[in-house]
């Protein structure tokens, strides 16, 4: 079985995601989309793989929205991959982007948050056997509408959380989370994106640490879930 990976930017990692996924037997095939140099300057060329070749599209995070004038020139590729991935009945687990992203390419929309969204917060959900309550990682400003066809699976005082489409499944926040990439998006300007929010970096780092083994075992649980509920035929 072969996954393929969406890095939108070079800290965008798969983390727990990709290491359930592959203790599951999947082959994972990363790309990413914009380089480590070109991050703030993300208008890049880039040709996405035919969805048709793979099992399984995880479309992770990034730091742009998907309206972002500035990721005009490679995000309606990433679209009609989404589009055609659904239509071929191909599952998606879209993280975050992705999950925005696939709603997008389905029909729903992209808008901004009740209010931004950071560090390790509980959500409110229909199905705790699919999508625990958490704590999960927060770290978005934006939020999706679903696309026509979607159910609602969770919601947070900022928009929803969790939606099911056909045999696809998005989150807004970050299950995907470890301590290593936390500290790679800290000194990659997270960090004074929490100190504007009135929150310390170490501090998030120190509550990452003391949450390891019980959100190691969420996504575990989830991404589980996923694959025997949702993307099973």
């Known amino acids: 079985m072969r996954a393929l990976i969406i890095q939108h930017d070079h800290i965008s990692l798969p983390g727990l995601i990709g290491e359930r996924l592959a203790q599951r037997g999947y082959e994972l095939e990363a790309v990413t989309i914009v380089p480590a140099g070109r991050r703030h300057a993300p208008t890049v060329d880039f040709s996405f793989p035919d969805p048709g070749g793979y099992d399984l599209i995880v479309p992770l995070g990034a730091p742009w929205s998907v309206d972002d004038e500035a990721i005009g020139g490679w995000v309606g590729g990433e679209l009609k991959l989404l589009r055609e991935a659904h239509a071929l009945g191909i599952p998606v687990l879209g993280v975050c982007f992705g999950a925005q992203a696939l709603a997008t390419a389905l029909g729903g929309s992209v808008e901004r948050a009740a209010h931004a969204e950071l560090g390790w917060l509980g959500i409110e959900t229909d ?71 009135g929150l310390e970096p170490q501090d998030l780092l120190t509550r990452t640490r003391e949450l390891g ?21």
Not at 139 to 148: E, G, K, M
Not at 162 to 188: C, K, N
Not at 213 to 233: E, H, I, Q, Y
Request: proline fraction near 10%; avoid cysteine.
């Open 127 to 197: 199905v705790p056997e699919l999508v625990p309550p958490g704590p999960w990682f927060q770290s978005h400003y934006d939020r999706f509408t679903l696309p026509p066809g979607a159910v609602e699976l969770a919601r947070s005082t900022a928009g929803p959380q969790a939606y099911r489409i056909g045999r696809s499944l998005g989150v807004q926040f970050h299950p995907e989370l470890t301590e290593e990439m936390l500290r790679m998006w800290l000194d990659h300007g997270l960090a004074q994106e929490a100190r504007d929010q």
């Open 213 to 233: 083994r019980g959100a190691r075992r969420r996504t575990f649980d989830l991404v589980d879930a996923f694959l025997d509920r949702v993307a099973r035929p």
